[in-house]
């Protein structure tokens, strides 16, 4: 039996992340809530999103504006430097991004 260990498609895939942070210009007194929003509004029910409560994240596919054939996951949370007045959009599966990508993902997230 040949051995796979040189074929790249027997090995197992890594699950890399590459994290954009988004300033959003959140208003009011209260600081932003993303749980509070995303509950509020139903995002968590409609699919294909899903709500993580462990890691209070919100995930969903996004089309990549260079290639709309393709999507990727994200992971949308708090930023934890920064929990008032920013989000982490996390992009699973991918180790770089075109700044067309980014900048579309940034819009959509």
């Not at 051995?3 to 209260?30: C, I, K, N, Q, T």
């Not at 929003?37 to 996004?62: E, I, K, T, Y």
């Not at 260079?66 to 930023?79: E, G, K, M, P, Q």
Request: charged share 20%; net charge neutral.
């Amino acid at each position: 039996m040949p051995s796979l260990e040189g074929d790249p498609a027997a090995r197992p895939r890594r699950r890399v992340e590459l994290e954009l942070p988004l300033d959003a210009p959140f208003s009011g007194a209260a600081p932003f809530d993303l749980e509070a929003a995303v509950c509020s509004h139903g995002l968590f029910m409609m699919a294909p999103n899903r709500w993580d409560p462990a890691s209070r994240a919100l995930l969903r596919p996004l089309r990549l504006a260079s290639d709309l054939a393709a999507s990727l996951v994200v992971r949308v949370s708090r930023h934890p430097a920064r929990p008032s007045d920013a989000l982490l959009v996390s992009v699973l599966g991918a180790d770089a991004l075109s700044p067309l990508d980014q900048g579309s993902i940034l819009v959509s997230a």
